[in-house]
């Protein structure tokens, strides 16, 4: 008997195969529960430059919302930005209502810096596109339900 060798799967056998389970976190919500795709997943636009990181600060209740994000917040994340792009994964969260602060830490001195009235220089978002005209926003403003599932959220920075 002569043991036969098999070549290994081919690059397009494992693209098709990733594609596929990308479609299935997107098209399939039964499914997705139990793949990757839970959590909330955060694509941060409008980033100036790739100077610096972003900070994404995912509050669960009003306590400290935006500002004391190291003391309240439920998870903090800090990405290097690349391309001009970043994008936060909060993974293994439970069902709940929650609020996002992000900003564009271009100078890496862990906060959001401001002039010398208190108009931020460097980039900021909320959830919901919360508005922060006279002040940050309420978190009821930028608060979301999130069911358990896969979440895909966005925010845009503002300058």
Same mark, same amino acid.
């Given at each position: 008997?002569s043991? +036969? !060798?098999?070549?290994?799967?081919s !690059? $397009? ?7 596929l389970a ?5 098209? %399939?919500? @039964?499914l @997705?529960q139990? =793949?990757? *795709? !839970? ?6 636009? /409008?980033?100036? /430059?790739?100077?610096? =990181?972003?900070? *994404?600060a995912l509050f ?8 004391e994000?190291l ?6 994340m800090? #990405?290097? #930005? +690349?391309n001009?792009q970043?994008? *936060?994964?909060?993974?293994? #969260?439970?069902?709940? =209502?929650? @609020?996002?602060a992000?900003i564009h830490?271009e100078?890496?001195?862990?906060k959001l810096n &401001?002039d $010398?009235a208190?108009?931020p220089?460097?980039?900021?978002g909320?959830? /919901?596109d919360?508005? &922060? %005209?006279?002040? &940050?926003?309420?978190?009821? &403003? ?5 069911d358990? +599932?896969?979440?895909?959220l =966005? #925010?845009?920075?503002?300058?």
């Amino acid at each position: 008997m002569s043991a +036969r !060798l098999r070549s290994p799967p081919s !690059l $397009w056998f494992w693209l098709f195969v990733y594609l596929l389970a990308g479609l299935l976190c997107v098209s %399939v919500p @039964a499914l @997705a529960q139990s =793949t990757s *795709c !839970l959590g909330i997943h955060v694509k941060v636009l /409008n980033i100036r /430059n790739s100077q610096g =990181t972003v900070g *994404c600060a995912l509050f669960d209740s009003p306590e400290g919302f935006p500002i004391e994000f190291l003391h309240s917040a439920s998870n903090v994340m800090v #990405i290097k #930005i +690349r391309n001009s792009q970043a994008r *936060c994964d909060f993974e293994d #969260i439970p069902e709940g =209502t929650y @609020a996002l602060a992000v900003i564009h830490d271009e100078n890496m001195d862990g906060k959001l810096n &401001a002039d $010398w009235a208190g108009i931020p220089t460097e980039g900021y978002g909320f959830s /919901n596109d919360a508005s &922060a %005209v006279f002040g &940050a926003p309420s978190f009821s &403003a930028a608060s979301f339900p999130y069911d358990g +599932r896969g979440l895909e959220l =966005t #925010i845009s920075l503002h300058y």
